[in-house]
């Protein structure tokens, strides 16, 4: 059967290298994707909601919805066909980054009833993720990893106080009581990462030849 795999973590994780040794060990034989994004629709969703600064002074209630409007997008025009065509999905990110960066570490647990409808809703008909795997790292490593990334300016994120990542990595773990998470430590080589995400993989049943 087809699987849904959600990468997620800390920012500054290492996750964009994991996903790329994924993409050079299983080709084309998985459909790689990722949130916010993955369609033509949901790419512009992206460049609003990642890409453009006016989405840091809005409100938090509306960069969610646009996360969860790439969401609906993805799973539609993409996911469901994928899955339904019998081939697996890796997704960089998912609902795990909604729930763990806007409702923990922007501290808007009251979006916490409008995110679970949006799941049913969102799910529904469809297929949930079969497993998050997500990268592990100590709040004040990601902080410092996110200020490289915007002296780099890869996105308009601001960088926020250390309270913000730890509210986040708390947030993937509360995440995880009612999900089928699996928490790898990203504070390890990259090498070491990507055999234990095999290793996961490969409990899901996916190889090489699965
Ligand atoms: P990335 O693609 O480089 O990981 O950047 C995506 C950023 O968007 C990252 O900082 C996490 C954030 N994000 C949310 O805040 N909520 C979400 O639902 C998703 C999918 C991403």
Same mark, same amino acid.
Request: aromatic share 10%.
């Given at each position: 059967?087809?699987?849904?795999?959600? +990468?997620?973590?800390?920012? $500054?994780? &290492?996750?964009?290298?994991?996903?790329?040794?994924?993409?050079?060990?299983? $080709?084309?034989?998985?459909? +790689?994707?990722?949130?916010? &994004?993955?369609?033509?629709?949901? @790419?512009?969703?992206?460049?609003? *909601?990642?890409?453009?600064?006016?989405?840091? /002074?809005?409100?938090?209630?509306?960069?969610?919805?646009? +996360?969860?409007?790439?969401?609906?997008?993805?799973?539609?025009?993409?996911?469901?066909?994928?899955?339904?065509? &019998?081939?697996?999905?890796?997704?960089?990110?998912?609902?795990?980054?909604?729930?763990?960066?806007?409702?923990?570490? %922007?501290?808007? %647990?009251?979006?916490?009833?409008?995110?679970?409808?949006?799941?049913?809703?969102?799910?529904?008909? =469809?297929?949930?993720?079969?497993? !998050?795997?997500?990268?592990?790292?100590?709040? %004040?490593?990601?902080?410092?990893?996110?200020?490289?990334?915007?002296? =780099?300016?890869?996105?308009?994120?601001? *960088?926020?106080?250390?309270?913000? !990542?730890?509210? *986040?990595?708390?947030?993937?773990?509360? +995440?995880?009581?009612?999900?089928? *998470?699996?928490?790898?430590?990203?504070?390890?080589?990259?090498?070491?990462?990507?055999? @234990?995400?095999? /290793?996961?993989?490969?409990? /899901?049943?996916?190889?090489?030849?699965?």
């Amino acid at each position: 059967m087809s699987k849904y795999i959600v +990468f997620d973590g800390m920012d $500054g994780s &290492g996750k964009g290298t994991q996903m790329k040794l994924l993409e050079k060990k299983f $080709g084309n034989s998985i459909i +790689f994707t990722r949130e916010p &994004g993955g369609t033509p629709f949901a @790419e512009e969703i992206r460049r609003v *909601v990642r890409d453009n600064v006016l989405a840091s /002074e809005s409100t938090t209630l509306n960069n969610f919805l646009l +996360f969860l409007a790439s969401r609906e997008e993805l799973q539609h025009n993409l996911v469901a066909p994928t899955l339904k065509s &019998g081939k697996h999905v890796f997704s960089d990110r998912g609902d795990s980054s909604t729930y763990a960066f806007q409702l923990c570490g %922007e501290e808007h %647990e009251e979006l916490t009833h409008l995110f679970n409808l949006s799941r049913e809703h969102i799910f529904l008909n =469809r297929q949930s993720p079969d497993l !998050y795997i997500v990268f592990d790292l100590p709040a %004040e490593m990601s902080r410092r990893r996110a200020l490289q990334d915007v002296a =780099r300016k890869t996105n308009h994120f601001d *960088v926020r106080d250390l309270g913000f !990542y730890e509210r *986040v990595r708390k947030g993937f773990r509360k +995440f995880a009581v009612h999900m089928p *998470v699996k928490f790898v430590d990203a504070t390890r080589t990259p090498e070491e990462i990507h055999q @234990e995400v095999l /290793e996961l993989l490969a409990e /899901e049943g996916i190889g090489l030849s699965g």
